[in-house]
């Protein structure tokens, strides 16, 4: 059955077919992919909430409690140098965002040496040369994330020395026992006296030891990057004091901020305090 709009003939099996197609339900207009939100953002106010403040309940007695306790705190400098090539020519750098990661921090015992290792992950933002004239130059923003390694190692002085270190024991033992000997060398009344050879005894300790710990406080990074090989091929296409690259030599200081801990075993002395039978 068809329908008439002003001159224009609408078919309605048509309309329908369509729908159908589409596996769109009858009556409803099918959205074109193209077309659908790839976001959608949902939001709602929250009233604010009431509380209660509860006074909290402790052990009024001493205990002992195994907590972290802080061996040392110390500020580490160290210099790392670096080449980055790009993956393409850059006409200049917008932004380099920097993040610190340590992958280790190790205290070598009994000795008071540190090693520490990690890495600084670098976003570099920069500009790519698509189309140029002695007026300007235009072209994409590009980004490029690298990690660059540093390594080092520095003594430590301690606050508060770390736990003696516990070590391994093993000890042999054997038990005594008679023999005859043999009547064509020795007498009847002889007898050998001596350690059983027939078995092995052992006594044995392992000794588990806390291992010290890092905890990372602050990171400073002072950076000085250059361009390295800038040049244009063709000085007619690039305004003035214009060119392209695509290596980096940087120098960064970098300073660390950290703690060395240990979980350690602490008296905690008795104090006034509540227990359960005052809320009985």
């Known amino acids: 059955m068809d329908r008439y709009i002003g001159d224009s003939k609408i078919s309605n099996v048509r309309v329908i077919e369509n729908n159908v197609q589409n596996k769109a339900p009858l009556g409803r207009t099918v959205i074109p992919k193209a077309c659908e939100s790839c976001v959608e953002v949902d939001s709602s106010t929250l009233d604010s909430c009431t509380n209660t403040p509860v006074t909290p309940i402790g052990i009024p007695g001493g205990v002992v409690v195994k907590v972290p306790v802080v061996l040392a705190e110390l500020t580490v400098r160290f210099n790392v140098s670096a080449f980055i090539r790009l993956p393409e020519p850059a006409l200049d750098v917008k932004n380099i965002k920097k993040r610190l990661k340590i992958t280790q921090c190790t205290l070598l015992q009994p000795t008071n040496i540190l090693f520490i290792k990690g890495f600084v992950r670098k976003n570099i933002d920069y500009t790519t040369k698509k189309c140029s004239t002695k007026s300007g130059v235009c072209g994409e923003l590009h980004h490029c994330t690298i990690d660059v390694p540093f390594e080092c190692s520095t003594p430590v002085t301690f606050t508060t020395p770390p736990a003696p270190l516990r070590t391994n024991t093993s000890t042999e033992f054997e038990y005594f026992k008679t023999s005859k000997l043999p009547n064509q060398h020795f007498a009847e009344k ?87 039978d005052d809320f009985c």
């Open 190 to 276: 002889d007898s050998l006296l001596a350690g059983d050879l027939s078995e092995f005894n052992q006594f044995m300790t392992e000794n588990f030891n806390e291992l010290p710990f890092c905890d990372l406080i602050a990171a400073s990074i002072y950076e000085f990057d250059e361009f390295i090989g800038r040049e244009s091929v063709n000085y007619s296409e690039l305004p003035v004091e214009e060119k392209l690259f695509k290596r980096l030599e940087e120098k960064m200081v970098i300073e660390l901020t950290l703690k060395v801990l240990q979980k350690r075993q602490v008296a905690v002395p008795a104090f006034g305090g509540t227990t359960d």
